[in-house]
């Protein structure tokens, strides 16, 4: 999508610091850390929010879910332990409209989250 920031990200138009990439996702270190490991996962195709998933898209999913996993075992946080979250919406915090998956480590977190 042309006015999209992770798409541009994506396509390399926009620079950033990449952790992971393959035909289907790119992993790059987010530009605001809230944690000493703070990574998006995001998918190489337009998805604007998590409501406009279907059914085909759930082995993508998986694989956002899996790479964060990798990730977090490759900086060595998989016994310590690490956070997922997706934000939907702009109530829950979405500020980019293309979906993401965080991946924070390397700090205590709190629960609720704010
Ligand atoms: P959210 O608020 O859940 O939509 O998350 C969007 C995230 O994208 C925020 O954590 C931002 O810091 C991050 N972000 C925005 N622009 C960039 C960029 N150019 N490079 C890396 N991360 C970005």
């Known amino acids: ?66 790479r964060a996993a990798a990730i977090a075992r490759e900086h060595g946080y998989a016994e310590r332990g690490y956070r997922t979250v997706f934000n939907c919406q702009s109530e829950a915090g979405q500020s980019v409209f293309h979906i993401h998956l965080h991946l924070l480590a390397g700090r205590p977190m709190g629960w609720p989250p704010g």
């Open 1 to 66: 999508m042309s006015d999209c920031i992770f798409c541009k990200i994506v396509e390399g138009t926009i620079p950033s610091a990449e952790v992971y990439r393959d035909e289907r996702l790119y992993a790059f270190k987010d530009i605001t850390p809230q944690a000493p490991l703070h990574v998006l996962i995001v998918p190489t195709r337009h998805i604007a929010t998590l409501n406009d998933l279907s059914a085909h898209d759930e082995g993508l999913v998986g694989e956002m879910v899996r």
